[in-house]
């Protein structure tokens, strides 16, 4: 089989090693199906002689970051919804023969909520996908901090306003006791 056209049907997944055995394939068109899911080895001993790959039109929100390792062939893969993260920001860097494809990408969700609606290109050029988790990571953890020192000090002015009320407590009870002045001639208490 060199060419093999699977075009609208009703593919919801691309298991792997499925095309294994298809050694002489150079055209994969999958289009218009319902395809959501592609394992990581689904193209494997298809990945090196496949020219023209074409998961255009289908329900493709993310695939695996190695799915389309060692990919050579033209890949189509405009109209899914695809929700733009650091793995697909890796998955287009791998195909490496495939600029114009990363153009037909758009972002239907991302970790980024304004590059929803945009070209993945786009999205990619004004941020690094892959940096996000280690910044939000970041302000949390600055978050977390500041909650701390927050806590330490409101327990640290707590204990001294309470220490301050006790020893005025304290200090007005021994105040308030009746106090008994010695006469000079009184000897003291203490015997020997």
Not at 133 to 158: E, N, Q, R
Request: glycine share 2%; proline share 3%; charged share 25%.
């Amino acid at each position: 089989t060199v060419l093999l056209y699977l075009d609208s049907n009703q593919i919801t997944s691309i298991p792997n090693e499925i095309f294994k055995d298809l050694h002489q394939l150079r055209v994969l068109n999958l289009s218009k199906n319902g395809i959501e899911f592609i394992d990581e080895h689904a193209f494997k001993g298809v990945a090196e002689t496949l020219q023209t790959l074409d998961l255009s039109d289908n329900r493709i929100q993310s695939v695996h970051k190695n799915a389309f390792n060692n990919l050579k062939a033209r890949a189509r893969i405009a109209n899914n919804p695809w929700h733009c993260d650091c793995t697909l920001q890796q998955v287009l860097r791998s195909m490496a023969s495939n600029h114009e494809t990363a153009h037909n990408v758009i972002c239907k969700t991302s970790v980024l909520d304004e590059h929803a609606g945009r070209p993945f290109l786009n999205a990619a050029n004004d941020a690094d996908l892959c940096n996000l988790p280690k910044k939000t990571t970041d302000y949390a953890m600055l978050v977390t901090m500041f909650g701390w020192f927050t806590m330490v000090i409101s327990y640290v002015v707590y204990y001294v306003r309470q220490n301050q009320e006790d020893a005025r407590r304290h200090l007005e009870y021994l105040k308030s006791l009746p106090s008994r002045q010695k006469k000079a001639d009184e000897p003291d208490d203490i015997s020997t």
